[in-house]
Each structure stands twice: as C-alpha cells, then as structure tokens.
C-alpha cells in the first residue's frame, strides 16, 4: 500500500532542496515544479519500493492523491 | 593470439561542423533553461549535411584514426560498421561501401552490426570474438549513426537528445587498453517498442520506458561485470557511461554510489559512436582502468571494462 506520505518522500529524493510536504494533495505535480523526469523518478522509486506496475500513459497520475488512488486499486 | 591480448590500440573520431542551437530549441519546446542543462545536457549537437552519408562520416573517422595511429593502416583483417542508419536502403552493407571508399583489399572482410547505444561496447566483443576464429591481427570498429536521418526536429522527445557524429577504433594486438575479459549484454525486448522508428521512418520514444530500464538494469550490470572481471568500483579510475540524457548518467551514478560523470554538453548522445568519443579524450596512461556500458534501443545494454596495457 502506498500512503500519500510514501509518495511525498519519493518526491523528496527524485528532487534535492524541494519541499515535498508543500505540495497540495491535489496539486498537478507538474505545476507544482516536478519536471517529466521528475516524476518518473518519482514512480520508479514507488515502483521499485512496492512491486506496483504503473502504466506507461502516465497523464492521468499528475497529482499526489492520484498516484495514492491509482496505487491502491492495483493492489485491492 | 589469446583472446585477452587485443584491445583498443588508437581511436579516431569525426563530429560534423554544423550544429543545432539547443537554447534555441528548448525555448520553442517551452524547455526551461534548468531543465536543457541539468536534465538532457546537451547544448549543441551536431548535424550532418544533407548530402553526407553514413559511410562517409566513418571515412571522416578513418582519416582521424590514421592522425592518432600514427601508422599504416594496412593488414586489416575485418572493418565491422555499427549502425541502424546505413548508406540508402541498408543493401549493400554500409561496411562495404566503406570498404570501397577506402579501397581495402578483398581479403578484409565488411559487416554491419546492428545495434544502437550498446553497440560499440558489444561491437568490441564481436570483434574480439571474430578475431580469435579467423587468426586475424586488426581490425576496425565504427560507429556512425546519423539520426538525423530519421528524427522529427519538432519531436520534443528526441529532438535536444542525439548528434550525429562517428568513431573509427583499431582493434588490435599492440593495445593502449585491453578488452575486459568479461562482458554483461542483455536485451529486454518486451520494450523494444519504447525506441524505434514508425512506418513514416520517424524517430520516436518513450522516455519514461527507456529511463525506468536504464536505472533499473544498467547499475547491477555494472556490478556482474565488475565482478566478473575481479575488481570492485574503487579499481575503476574512469567510468564511461552512455550519455544518453544527463539525468539517465545521473540516476545511474547515484545507484551506483559513485561520483557523478561530466557529460558532453557539448555535442550530446552520438548513440554508438558516444562511447569511443569519450575514450578519445581519456588518458589510457591516467584511467587504467575503466568501465564502459552502452545501453539504449532493443532495448538493451553492454558492458565491459578496459585495462590500460602500459
């Protein structure tokens, strides 16, 4: 299971000096600083953490919450 | 000849003239300055003339290696031309035209490898290999790879990442570094299609995909290749990682707990060609010991290490 805390401090390590727990659950991680790299950074470290397999189309996992809710029904 | 007593015993290289402006790019692409220079790294990669072909960037190259040789360039048993972008359809083998344009003897023989960012390292093996079967003594390994020929310049994906440019390597049994003894090649072709060329003979990429291999397999073949030749990361005293974005060399340095890499900015992924590029600037006297992987399209890697002769 990944918790919304999970994801912040995977953000936290694909991107030094960047405050993580700043980021609005709702925010478009995209808006809020996190380049493409970034994110895939991001999905890679959760990927890796919990054997979870994110799609390649990634457009609809852009916000935290989505990434909590996408992670949580592929592992119900 | 045993096997472990060729190596590479001069290399030449040739980068086109002509270069695209990637500030300039990056800003049509809506690329942050910050995102051009510390994520793909490339600022000015270079790029063919139309009329140049495949064959005759590696003939550019052949003129730099006789520079570095320093020697006649006679008595080669076997020039082997990596590339996925030949001269016209691919038939007959860009290696042959090569071949012709250099006039070589028709007792050295011309083949194409067809492989991209691992091909050099994996080219090395090849060459090695065959070589050993034939009783030859030299040969020449290439890498020419134009994408221009097939890249879409208003593709964001790809269109900062490659250059054009080409490497002419004497494979021989007076080295200035000798091949590893052990290589890591593996492909994972389940993601063959994150890096390829369409139907409309167009580039394209899946950046996540080719990324998410990279960091996941490139460090642990570092590791089996190290182990496998005896030595730990502490024995290396160079580390050539494909260039193929600046944050791929990056990732793959933090994973491997090692000091991250220069990158060069200054003319970017040149695919096959992007690895002898490198060592052509290395000090064979200076990095005795040095790790190359070459890992992008099949996708697939390739690894092995160097070891100064001197």
């Known amino acids: 299971m990944i918790s919304e805390q999970d994801v912040r401090v995977a953000i936290a390590r694909a991107?030094?000096?960047?405050d993580a727990n700043a980021i609005p659950i709702d925010a478009d991680l995209g808006d809020a600083g996190l380049d493409?790299?970034?994110?895939?950074?991001?999905?890679?470290d959760l990927h890796e953490s919990t054997g979870i397999e994110f799609p390649e189309d990634t457009s609809e996992l852009n916000s935290i919450r989505a990434i909590v809710a996408f992670a949580q029904a592929a592992k119900a | 000849m045993a096997l472990d007593e060729f190596g590479i015993a001069a290399i030449g290289g040739y980068l086109p003239d002509a270069r695209q402006d990637n500030r300039a790019a990056a800003r049509r692409f809506d690329f942050t300055e910050e995102f051009?220079?510390?994520?793909?790294?490339?600022?000015?990669?270079?790029?063919?003339?139309?009329?140049?072909?495949?064959?005759?960037?590696?003939?550019?190259?052949?003129?730099?290696?006789?520079?570095?040789?320093?020697?006649?360039?006679?008595?080669?048993?076997?020039?082997?031309?990596?590339?996925?972008?030949?001269?016209?359809?691919?038939?007959?083998?860009?290696?042959?035209?090569?071949?012709?344009?250099?006039?070589?003897?028709?007792?050295?023989?011309?083949?194409?490898?067809?492989?991209g960012c691992s091909g050099f390292v994996a080219g090395l093996a090849i060459v090695k290999g065959y070589l050993a079967?034939?009783?030859?003594?030299?040969?020449?390994?290439?890498?020419?790879?134009?994408?221009?020929?097939?890249?879409?310049?208003?593709?964001?994906?790809?269109?900062?990442?490659?250059?054009?440019?080409?490497?002419?390597?004497?494979?021989?049994?007076?080295?200035?570094?000798?091949?590893?003894?052990?290589?890591?090649?593996?492909?994972d072709g389940q993601r063959s299609s994150a890096l390829r060329v369409d139907a409309e003979s167009r580039l394209s990429m899946n950046g996540r995909a080719v990324f998410d291999f990279c960091a996941l397999n490139v460090p642990s073949s570092?590791?089996?290749?190290?182990?496998?030749?005896?030595?730990?990361?502490?024995?290396?005293?160079?580390?050539?990682?494909?260039?193929?974005?600046?944050?791929?060399?990056?990732?793959?340095?933090?994973?491997?707990?090692?000091?991250?890499?220069?990158?060069?900015?200054?003319y970017g992924n040149t695919v096959s060609s992007s690895i002898p590029l490198i060592l052509k600037g290395m000090d064979p006297l200076r990095q005795r010991t040095v790790l190359i992987s070459g890992f992008g399209v099949g996708l697939g890697w390739a690894t092995t290490v160097l070891r100064s002769a001197a």
């Open chain 1, 15 to 18: 991107r030094e000096n960047f």
């Open chain 1, 36 to 44: 493409s790299l970034d994110q895939a950074s991001v999905l890679l």
């Open chain 2, 36 to 115: 051009l220079e510390t994520k793909i790294g490339v600022l000015a990669p270079a790029r063919k003339a139309s009329d140049e072909e495949t064959s005759d960037l590696c003939v550019r190259a052949f003129a730099d290696l006789e520079r570095a040789a320093g020697a006649d360039l006679g008595n080669i048993d076997l020039i082997a031309v990596v590339t996925q972008n030949p001269d016209g359809h691919g038939l007959p083998h860009t290696s042959a035209i090569v071949h012709q344009k250099l006039k070589l003897p028709k007792t050295c023989f011309a083949f194409d490898i067809s492989l």
């Open chain 2, 133 to 187: 079967a034939i009783g030859g003594r030299r040969a020449i390994l290439f890498t020419a790879d134009p994408y221009s020929k097939v890249q879409d310049p208003d593709d964001r994906n790809t269109a900062l990442i490659f250059g054009d440019g080409a490497a002419a390597v004497l494979i021989a049994e007076t080295p200035h570094w000798r091949i590893g003894a052990a290589f890591d090649c593996g492909t």
């Open chain 2, 222 to 266: 570092v590791e089996r290749t190290l182990t496998a030749n005896g030595l730990t990361k502490q024995d290396v005293d160079g580390w050539v990682l494909h260039p193929g974005s600046k944050y791929i060399v990056d990732t793959i340095c933090d994973r491997l707990k090692i000091p991250r890499i220069s990158f060069p900015a200054a």
